[in-house]
């Protein structure tokens, strides 16, 4: 998924499978090249679907914009997001891919011109499939229980909703305080 979203302005969630022995490490490091790109590598299962991964990554983009993000790495915000929480070590645990993992999603935004150029830099470390964000009945049930979310609350309003309004929640306060305390 890569959507635009200010004039030359990208987010993107995209399926990776890395070649040989390469890994999500490598690969993060990889990315850290491209200081003009916000990516962060996330387990597949923590994205629910298309939708999710758009939501999440808009409000990512937005406290990105207003300088508003928890972690010191904007890139690290964009995992506390779709992990719904503002704790950095239970994020990179739980969330970031174990080292034989040779799939995971890279989500984040840049400008149209160095995410083109960041995609076409990692075609020699694997290649990109967006099978990797469809949705599951396994990748359901783990983000239900993760999560602790109700029967009722799944089949009224969706996953990926839920997450999303949650995620909005539990950073909405503190972006409230930064904010109030910067004009102060």
Same mark, same amino acid.
Not at 91 to 113: I, W, Y
Not at 132 to 148: C, N, P, R, T
């Given at each position: 998924?890569? $959507?635009?979203?200010?004039?030359?302005? *990208?987010?993107?969630?995209? /399926?990776? &499978?890395? %070649? @040989?022995?390469?890994?999500?490490?490598?690969?993060? &490091?990889?990315?850290? @090249?491209? %200081?003009?790109? =916000?990516?962060?590598?996330?387990?597949?299962?923590? =994205?629910?679907?298309? #939708?999710?991964?758009?939501?999440?990554?808009?409000?990512? +983009?937005?406290?990105?914009?207003? /300088?508003?993000? =928890?972690?010191?790495?904007?890139?690290?915000?964009?995992?506390?997001? +779709?992990?719904?929480?503002?704790?950095?070590?239970?994020?990179?645990?739980?969330?970031?891919?174990?080292?034989?993992?040779?799939?995971?999603?890279?989500? @984040?935004? /840049?400008? $149209?011109? %160095?995410?083109?150029?960041?995609?076409?830099? *990692?075609?020699?470390?694997?290649? +990109? !499939?967006?099978?990797?964000?469809? =949705?599951?009945? @396994? %990748?359901?049930?783990? *983000?239900?229980?993760?999560? /602790?979310?109700?029967?009722?609350?799944? #089949?009224?309003?969706?996953?990926? $909703?839920?997450?999303? !309004?949650?995620?909005?929640?539990?950073?909405?306060?503190?972006?409230?305080? $930064?904010?109030?305390?910067?004009?102060?």
């Amino acid at each position: 998924m890569i $959507r635009s979203i200010e004039d030359d302005f *990208l987010i993107f969630c995209l /399926g990776f &499978r890395v %070649k @040989g022995d390469y890994n999500a490490v490598y690969i993060q &490091r990889l990315l850290e @090249g491209f %200081k003009d790109v =916000v990516v962060q590598i996330l387990d597949k299962r923590f =994205v629910a679907d298309v #939708e999710h991964a758009y939501m999440i990554l808009l409000q990512s +983009f937005e406290a990105f914009k207003r /300088g508003l993000y =928890v972690a010191k790495k904007p890139s690290l915000d964009i995992m506390l997001k +779709f992990l719904c929480t503002k704790k950095i070590d239970k994020a990179l645990k739980d969330a970031f891919p174990e080292d034989n993992v040779k799939e995971f999603l890279l989500a @984040g935004f /840049g400008s $149209r011109e %160095k995410v083109e150029s960041m995609k076409k830099f *990692l075609e020699d470390y694997g290649y +990109f !499939d967006e099978k990797l964000l469809e =949705v599951s009945d @396994g %990748k359901l049930d783990f *983000l239900i229980k993760y999560h /602790g979310l109700s029967k009722d609350e799944v #089949e009224n309003y969706g996953v990926g $909703r839920i997450l999303c !309004d949650k995620s909005a929640a539990v950073f909405s306060k503190y972006y409230k305080i $930064r904010s109030y305390a910067s004009t102060h």
